[in-house]
């Protein structure tokens, strides 16, 4: 299976894509939190190797079963959606996290023994369906043994971070620029201040409206000398 690295970085530029697709259901969250939020999720299918551990003492038991199917993805959605339906942004939201989740399924059913035109490991993504592992026939990301911090392991995860990360970078500048509209023409300085000084900046050399500049005092004649009395 890929690395925890390689899912965190796709859940975070799925969110960043999915949100402005979605913001007509509703507002939706954007910032640092609901990245790391969207990295989080990306990863629960992976907590069968914790329920593994603690039922049957050994995490490779059930790894890979039920819960790295799209039927899986579905019922997180909906319990996510049942918790939050309160919430104007409930079913926004609820789509989010079923993307989220089967970003895994996908990442990991393109998972092989080495990258290129390789077969992957399979993977019953289609249960109930199919109940036996399904196999692609290319390999976009290179499996690791989970748990075993080995050379191989982190290389792998190295790699997934140099050639991911600058796609998740370009996508978090892009959900940036979508949470604060025409900051790319602004002043670099008026970005930087605080909000509490940013009125005191002026586009294009103009005085904020609710912020005027203080009167200035007329020059003082000197041809006519001050009176003391």
């Keep these: 299976m890929a690395t925890t690295v390689a899912h965190g970085l796709v859940g975070i530029s799925i969110h960043c894509v999915t949100i402005s697709a979605l913001h007509r259901l509703g507002p939706l969250s954007i910032g640092l939190k609901p990245m790391l939020l969207a990295a989080v999720a990306a990863n629960i299918p992976d907590l069968d190797m914790l329920v593994s551990l603690l039922l049957l003492s050994d995490h490779k038991l059930l790894h890979g079963g039920i819960t790295h199917s799209f039927v899986f993805a579905g019922a ?23 993307v989220l989740v089967s970003s895994h399924v996908i990442v990991d059913w393109f998972t092989g023994p080495q990258w290129g035109l390789y077969p992957s490991h399979g993977l019953a993504a289609l249960w109930p369906i199919e109940d036996n592992p399904i196999q692609m026939p290319v390999s976009l990301f290179k499996g690791v043994e989970h748990g075993n911090l080995y ?31 025409g900051s790319e023409n602004r ?12 009125g005191v900046c002026a586009d294009m050399g103009k005085p904020h409206q ?8 007329p020059p003082k004649n000197p041809e006519t000398p001050d009176i003391k009395y």
């Design 76 to 98: 997180v959605a909906l319990l996510l959606w049942w918790f939050i339906r309160r919430r104007e942004s409930a079913v926004g939201i609820a789509i989010v996290g079923f």
């Design 151 to 181: 050379p191989g392991a982190l290389y792998t995860a190295l790699w997934e971070l140099v050639l991911l990360g600058p796609v998740t970078a370009v996508l978090m500048l892009m959900t940036y620029k979508l949470k604060f509209p």
């Design 210 to 217: 609710n912020t005027p500049y203080p009167r200035r005092r």
């Design 187 to 198: 002043p670099r300085a008026r970005r930087l201040m605080p909000r509490v000084f940013a």
